[in-house]
């Protein structure tokens, strides 16, 4: 029986909102090393399996539902590993984690690492440089604010959103307020809505944090952190919205400057408790120092993974996460030896997307890995502070960081969107 056992490939569990693109590579990385890899995303148990992808159906807002749904399915298909997707899978995922005593980070970290206000106050209780910044209850008559502690520009952002969804910038008390008001708007979307977490009711005002601002991927593995990517986002992000665009590694950094980034984000994670799993951090910096500004207990989002390949063997950031959900230490990976990038495609306007012309002209610019188009036709395109998505991505290698950028910039400019308004008003006949 034991050696029956041993024959059996291993199981991984992948949390996610859905099954899309970002699953769908975890899908390809699994079969390649052998591994069973078993869904649970958020969607109706009425429906059997309506996408054929044997995935377990849960709840994300029932959480007690949805781990004994999840531990009911182990009993007959035990797990070996634990993945997630996204900030709003975290938090189950690490409560199975724990329920079969699997390493992950903990339910408190991860819950903390998914709400802006909470990780706001865990980095200041441990010393670490943050902005001023208050809670507002987003949905009260007079708003809370207190504005002598105000100071402008300032930021308000939701306290459970992703993907700079919802973030403002604000000059004055006026614009403040406006922002709030179309803030309060966002929240009451049918789509926010029907998560049903009660972090939506809480906003953050905070300083503005000038400076250039980075990202980094990396594992932590029983409590050690391995970085495996620091980003440069070259454009400059001040708002009045904060959409990325271009992630390019390496930075132009000296790398005492990328060693006190490093430095931080790992101070950053210990003090919100996060332990083991693929980590995402953003933060800012400039004269006064590193400011983190989230931690989350998840990888890079969307098809931005693609931009990271690891030697030895040239494996993608989803394999290297499956085996380290399997037990593998990521130490011996290291990041390719070249410059590499992603451009998330913004999007320009709002509308009905018709189409996306050029592509093959876009693919042929030099250092241009692939361009892959996610956004649908007829779909209805939502630009950031409202919308959460991109039109697509875009990639590109080479041998310095300035000429992937260069790549990425003219490749976006040798596409064409075809977008028409969304309400077209015809005259009468």
Known sequence: MAEGERLMPQRVLLFATTTGYQTRTFGEAAERLGVDLVFATDRCHMIEDPWRDAAIP?????????LQAVMSAAADRPVHGVLAVGDRPTVIASRVAQALELPWHLPQAADVARNKLRTRERLREAGLPVPWFQALAIHDEPLALRPESLTYPCVLKPAALSASRGVMRANDPASLRAAVDRLRTLLRAPDIRAERDRAHE???????????????EAVLHHGEMHMLAIFDKPDPLDGPFFEETIYVTPPDL????????????????????????????ECRVNADGVFVLEVAARPIGGLCARALRFDPGQVPLEELLLRQALGESPAPWQREDCAAGVMMIPIPRRGVLRGVECVDDSRAVPHVDDVRITAKP???????????????FIFARADRASEVERALRLAHRRLHFAIDPEFVVRPPA
Do not use: C, K
């Not at 849960?58 to 539902?65: L, P, S, V």
């Not at 210990?270 to 083991?276: N, P």
């Not at 007829?378 to 697509?392: A, C, F, I, K, R």
């Open 254 to 281: 000296p790398p005492e400057r990328q060693a006190d980034i490093l430095s931080v984000v790992s101070r950053a994670a210990a003090a919100i408790g996060l332990s083991h799993g693929p980590i995402h951090a």
């Open 202 to 216: 809480t906003a953050l005002v905070e300083g503005f944090i000038p400076g250039r601002e980075f990202a980094v």
């Open 378 to 392: 007829d779909q209805v395109l939502l630009p950031l502070p409202e919308g959460g998505s991109y039109l697509g």
């Open 58 to 66: 849960i709840r994300f807002h029932d959480e007690e539902a949805s």
